[in-house]
């Protein structure tokens, strides 16, 4: 019997449409209850049906890569219809700007990522995460079950004939079966407690490998810097805190002694209220000692204004022998450079012609008569002013070197003075201060190492926190692994053991390869181990049992018992309702045995009101209700 579209459960697919850049597309239907075959020759675009289905349920590849770059070419959208338990969705992707990560969903957009959680939450199977690696002991982390890995199960192509899906590692198909089979949820808590208990007993081990080594080590060190330091050995943060207080009880005692003896000091260089000044001190050397100062001072600036001056006069006077040098050079020019005519006016710069009529005596520029001893005549008289001058520089410039000599011999004088009376001040200020000296010394050596000593109870304190943080996550870490330990021991079923549901599944196996015993089955049954969900063909692993065509029934027999899950079992487990398979002519399998095994799909379909579509380009099987013929019309150039 088919059953009511409006109470199915699981996935079917109603309809996919390739769209071309034009807006004319190519439209494939597809009916519930029976067996849709999509008949073509070779490259007619059959499996690439399949995978626009399959790129539109989630696929993050490329579309030249999930469908074929002659398609992608060929259209620039795709479509798929669907109904999931009943209410109709369509999906399209776009290979568009922009648009390839993304699937929308009835007109709203998706990121591609995104999809698994959607359609793991329509369909109401378990969205659950698993760890990465078959032990959970020893896996690192945590990975999802995503929709797609269920999905491989269910779309049989080409790759995955002779295997439960394609490049699938172990821990994934493990988990994708009992998620077929109604026991995802407690499979997975139980190997998520084994993971999360697993990881806080690795904690557990790394935090006692740090309490021992912080437990030891900080004996050591504490004890190291107790030593070093002069220090009463601590034991705790309270026992640093008393020993830092008596360190600063002794601190403030030496710190107000060395006090008191500051103010005795003071009042020693200032004399006492009886006495104006101290016994034995002399109060008039420091007054000369000022004045002796201030003389010496006057006699410096004066020393400084001297060479200050005699640099003056001596730059002057070598201004005036330039002077009288040049004057010299000039009387010597006046006969070499009478002879040289000129020939340009220096004033109109018109040309001179020195050849034109003139005087011997007068200039041929401006004819005025011109007497060559008037000219060296000037230039003397300038001369002996220059040396009158130089003459009264010399004599200012030696009265300076004079006066310099004696200011210079002055200050030598009262510098010596000053440094007579600074030692017989000091020495007395010595003779005077030396009974405080010695205890102000041994004040401040006593103040120091108090000092030293307060710097380590930080570090005594860091070294204490250390080791009571890594008590604290060891205590930590060891109610962690027993909360979880308590949590593990709590056993978590729903509905028929998972024993029973690998029994159920495996009957239905065995029921449909009842009809092929002998040739090409074997005369043994399949059976499942709950534990790891291994299949077994009689005593042995059905990969080591089986060839490549009883591989491909064997297959065959899972995809027909995945049909049956919601009439076999519950809705606990993940019921596809739909199985997709590409070309099930594999691996030199009979056709005989092909067709027959395609009428018990669509009888399978039809009774359980389930879909299958499958590819076919050999000849078609006998005709019938349960079966839906999809001739394909368009032929794509081979790759």
């Not at 000039?330 to 006016?345: E, K, N, Q």
């Not at 599944?505 to 092929?516: T, Y």
């Not at 534990?531 to 042995?540: E, I, K, N, P, Q």
């Not at 030199?588 to 799909?601: P, S």
Request: proline content about 4%; some cysteine.
């Amino acid at each position: 019997m088919t059953l009511d579209t409006s109470a199915e459960r699981g996935l079917r697919i109603s309809k996919v449409r390739l769209i071309r850049d034009s807006g004319e597309f190519d439209e494939f239907d597809f009916a519930s209850g029976m067996l849709n075959i999509l008949h073509g020759v070779r490259n007619s675009s059959k499996s690439t049906t399949l995978r626009v289905i399959d790129y539109c349920l989630g696929d993050r590849d490329s579309a030249a890569k999930a469908i074929g770059v002659a398609v992608a070419d060929a259209y620039v959208a795709v479509t798929t219809e669907l109904r999931i338990h009943g209410q109709p969705y369509e999906l399209s992707r776009s290979w568009s700007y922009g648009r390839m990560g993304k699937i929308s969903i009835n007109g709203e957009d998706l990121a591609a990522a995104d999809f698994s959680d959607w359609i793991l939450a329509a369909l109401e199977w378990p969205n659950v995460h698993i760890p990465l690696g078959l032990n959970p002991s020893t896996a690192t982390e945590l990975t999802p079950l995503s929709f797609r890995s269920t999905l491989r199960h269910i779309h049989r192509n080409e790759s995955s004939w002779i295997s439960f899906a394609h490049k699938e590692q172990d821990f994934i198909r493990r988990a994708v079966i009992s998620q077929l089979l109604g026991f995802a949820r407690p499979r997975a808590t139980e190997a998520q407690s084994q993971f999360f208990l697993a990881q806080a007993k690795r904690r557990l081990n790394e935090a006692q490998a740090v309490d021992r080594e912080v437990q030891q080590s900080t004996t050591q060190a504490v004890t190291a810097i107790c030593e070093s330091m002069n220090l009463p050995l601590v034991r705790s943060t309270a026992h640093v805190a008393d020993a830092r207080r008596e360190v600063e009880a002794a601190l403030d005692a030496v710190r107000r002694r060395q006090q008191e003896l500051t103010e005795q000091v003071s009042i020693t260089n200032s004399g006492t209220a009886e006495s104006e000044t101290p016994a034995g001190y002399d109060p008039s050397l420091t007054a000369l000692y000022s004045q002796v100062t201030r003389e010496l001072r006057q006699t410096t600036d004066e020393v400084t204004a001297l060479e200050h001056l005699h640099e003056e006069h001596a730059r002057s006077a070598n201004t005036v022998n330039g002077e009288i040098g040049r004057m010299e050079r000039l009387i010597t020019s006046v006969g070499i450079f009478d002879a040289l005519p000129v020939r340009l006016c220096p004033a109109c710069e018109q040309n001179i012609d020195p050849a034109r009529h003139h005087a011997d005596t007068a200039c041929y520029v401006c004819y005025q008569d011109v007497d060559d001893d008037q000219r060296q005549r000037r230039a003397q008289v300038e001369i002996r002013s220059l040396k009158s001058e130089l003459e009264d520089l010399n004599e200012v410039v030696s009265r300076t070197l004079t006066d310099l000599s004696a200011a210079r011999e002055l200050q030598i004088d009262r510098q010596a003075k000053q440094v007579a009376l600074a030692t017989r001040l000091n020495a007395e200020r010595a003779a005077q201060l030396a009974p405080f000296v010695a205890a102000l010394e041994d004040l401040a050596g006593h103040a120091a190492q108090l000092e030293h000593k307060l710097t380590a109870f930080p570090a005594i304190e860091a070294i204490f926190q250390r080791r009571d943080q890594a008590r604290e996550a060891l205590d930590s870490a060891q109610r962690a692994v027993s909360e979880l330990d308590t949590d593990a021991a709590t056993p978590l079923t729903v509905g028929a053991k998972p024993a029973d549901r690998c029994s159920v599944f495996a009957e239905r196996m065995n029921l449909f390869l009842e009809e092929f015993r002998g040739d090409p089955w074997v005369d043994r049954d399949v059976s499942i181990r709950d534990s790891d969900l291994t299949f077994y063909v009689g005593t042995r692993p059905w990969d080591d049992a089986l060839g490549a065509e009883a591989k491909v029934l064997f297959f065959l027999a899972y995809s027909y018992a995945t049909l049956f899950l919601q009439q076999d079992l519950d809705d606990e487990c993940a019921f596809p309702g739909l199985l997709l398979l590409d070309n099930p002519y594999q691996q030199g399998i009979d056709e005989n045995v092909v067709r027959r095994v395609l009428h018990m799909l669509a009888q399978a379909a039809s009774e359980t009101g389930t879909q299958v579509i499958s590819t076919q380009a050999l000849t078609l099987p006998a005709a019938s209700k349960t079966i839906r013929v999809i001739p394909m019309p368009r032929v794509y150039a081979a790759p």
